[in-house]
């Protein structure tokens, strides 16, 4: 069974620019959660797709954004960029059942450079 | 506001001993406790932990839950150097939509020394 994949796994922008990073989940799951990781923040959530709807929002400002498509698969997007966004964004998906709270499975993550 | 908190943040050890990493919890409404390595990039996931007092075993790792006390302990005995790693806590919560995103703690980087 295929992991999670993100795209691109490397990415450097300037300033004011806009990025969008892919993640596509294992095979059949459906729900798929966002997050970013810095050195003095640590792992912070995003949000969370399940079925196409955001379900859940960190707090992150409005530049943040994402979506699902009817495959499951998602995409986030940052406009605007700047230099505290360079970070690792992190992509996690979960088994539909999701009543029992089960473990979410990562993805190797993009690494983001803001210039 | 949900605050999950680690310790220690950092540890040095010598091969073959054995390290207790601790994770404490502050949040409402939780459901589980989860337990993930990180090496390079991708956390991977360890254990889940759901009810008090219920260890879980894998290998040369345990973990165990007290709800009452609010913490978690990983245990890894008889370390090896494939065991250096950032060892991730997280929290899922109970929301009435469902959604459970995960709340992480800064994480225990452990270094084991040959």
């Known amino acids: 069974k295929a992991g999670v994949t993100q795209t691109p796994r490397y990415l450097i922008k300037t300033r004011g620019q806009q990025v969008t990073l892919s993640c596509s989940p294992i095979?059949?799951?459906?729900?798929v959660s966002w997050y970013q990781q810095t050195p003095g923040q640590g792992l912070q959530f995003l949000f969370e797709?399940?079925?196409?709807?955001?379900?859940n929002k960190g707090n992150f400002p409005g530049r943040f954004s994402g979506r699902q498509f009817s495959n499951s698969r998602s995409e986030m997007n940052v406009s605007t960029l700047e230099l505290g966004d360079s970070a690792l964004y992190l992509c996690?998906?979960?088994?539909?059942?999701?009543?029992?709270?089960?473990?979410?499975?990562f993805g190797q993550g993009t690494r983001l450079t803001v210039v | 506001e949900d605050k999950v908190v680690q310790s220690p943040l950092s540890l040095v050890v010598h091969e073959g001993d054995t390290v207790t990493l601790n994770c404490s919890y502050e949040?409402?409404?939780?459901?589980?406790l989860l337990w993930y390595k990180q090496e390079k990039k991708a956390p991977t996931f360890l254990f889940m932990l759901?009810?008090?007092?219920i260890e879980k075993k894998s290998g040369r790792l345990s973990s165990i839950l007290d709800k009452k006390e609010l913490f978690s302990i990983l245990n890894i005995t008889a370390t090896q150097t494939g065991d250096s790693a950032v060892y991730l806590c997280?929290?899922?919560?109970?929301?009435?939509?469902?959604?459970?995103?995960?709340?992480f703690g800064k994480g225990t980087h452990l270094i084991i020394q040959p």
């Open positions: 996690a998906s979960s088994p539909v059942d999701r009543v029992r709270g089960a473990e979410a499975f």
């Open positions: 095979s059949g799951h459906r729900s």
């Open positions: 797709y399940f079925s196409e709807t955001q379900r």
């Open positions: 949040v409402t409404n939780f459901r589980s």
């Open positions: 759901t009810s008090s007092g």
């Open positions: 997280a929290v899922i919560l109970i929301s009435g939509g469902g959604a459970d995103g995960l709340t």
